[in-house]
Every structure is written in structure tokens, then in C-alpha cells.
């Protein structure tokens, strides 16, 4: 379930499942509950990702947009809806969804005043890439099913642009059971990846992407799985 946002009248909005202000403790006033709070994610998330053009605003080649495009987005769509719900839902989102810069002397002319989703688009855009660490074990989690092809073929973007990863065996097990309630984890060697020439990003909070994993750089987690390596 999700869970509300609640706002600091000292410090601004933080995510419902902080029960008070993580600066000054205060309990503050919901802001968006629940149902709401998911409403507005799911539609940011689909706008941003898969369709531009259906919430009536085109993105750039790097996936950004104006901010203001997008509360106009929103506010045609939630006759409930105001633009600190839309800034509340991209600035606590847990898994760093969204991309709003602030305008500062630091931030470039060309993208201040806009937003974008950090990852998981279908539409065609140009992420340019990030000088995070990478962890040299990336995990993915899926069904059963898969684990075949992905033996044979390995990792596909499938609809999406790229291959999504997650930094930890939690996360990525979480992420599988969207296909199965029995998921399997499946452990990446980023490390050679990288070492072997392949492009590895981090976007959010613990999610990597690339644009594709060889079956070579791919195993079965055997301390997260019933199944064992063949």
C-alpha cells in the first residue's frame, strides 16, 4: 500500500512512511493520501516514460521537459490536483524516479525549469551517462520461466530501452515478483562487464541500466533461489 505524504511547514514535504519531519521531527499535515499519492506517481511515471504525447508535451532528446508542461499535464488529468502534489510526488519518491534540477548558477541553461524520469523509458531518448560507482555485482529479479531464454540470449531491454538492475538482492527480488510470486534472483558480474567494455548507469536511488547482458556475465543467486546452477 502506499502510503500518504505529509508536509513541514518549516521543510517541506516528506514520504508518509516517515511518521515526522526527518529535519525537526515535526508530524506536519498530510498533504496527498495514499491513493492519491499512487495516482499521481503512476501518471508522472507513464508521461515522463512511455506517453508524451497523450498528456500533450514533447521531450527533448535527453527525456526532459518543462516543469510547467507538466503540472498543466497533471491539472487537466486531477481536477484535485495542485503543483506542490506534483512537486511533493518527484521530491519523495523512494526509488528516485523523477529528475528536477535546481536552478542554480551549477545547473545548465538548457534543462533549468524542467524534469524528466531518471529511467525506464520506452520512448526513445538519450540518457547521457552518470559518474556513479557501480557495485561489482548488480542482481536481477524475474520468473522462472525466463531463466531459459536468459541462459540462451541473456539479458533484453524487452519494451523497454535498456536493461534495468538493481543494487541489491532485496530490491531485485522485489522487481520479480511483479512476474512471479516466486521469483528468481539472478546475479550480474558488473565488475567484468565493465572491465570488457560495456556501459553500466546508475539512475535513482539503487537502479543501473544497460543496454544489454551477455548470458556470460549472468547466474543464478543461490543464496536467494531454490534453483542451483547447471
Known sequence: MTEPIRICEEHGPF?????????????????????????????LSGALRHFPDDAEFDLDDRGWVSYDALVDAVEDRYDWAIPEHVAAVIATDPKGR????????????????????????????????TDAPVPDELYHGTAPGNLASIREEGLQPMSRQRVHLSGSRAGARRVGRRRANDPIVLVVDAARMLADGHRIAKRGVETYTTDRVPPDYVEVDVESSDFERE
Open 15 to 43: 514520504g508518509g512512511e516517515r511518521e515526522r519531519c526527518p529535519v525537526c521531527s515535526a508530524r506536519g499535515a498530510q498533504l496527498l493520501s495514499g491513493p492519491q499519492r499512487r495516482q499521481l506517481s503512476k501518471f
Open 98 to 129: 523523477f529528475e528536477r534540477p535546481d536552478v542554480d548558477a551549477s545547473t545548465a541553461e538548457s534543462i533549468a525549469g524542467c524534469v524528466r524520469a531518471a529511467y525506464g523509458h520506452s520512448v526513445d531518448v538519450d540518457l547521457e551517462p
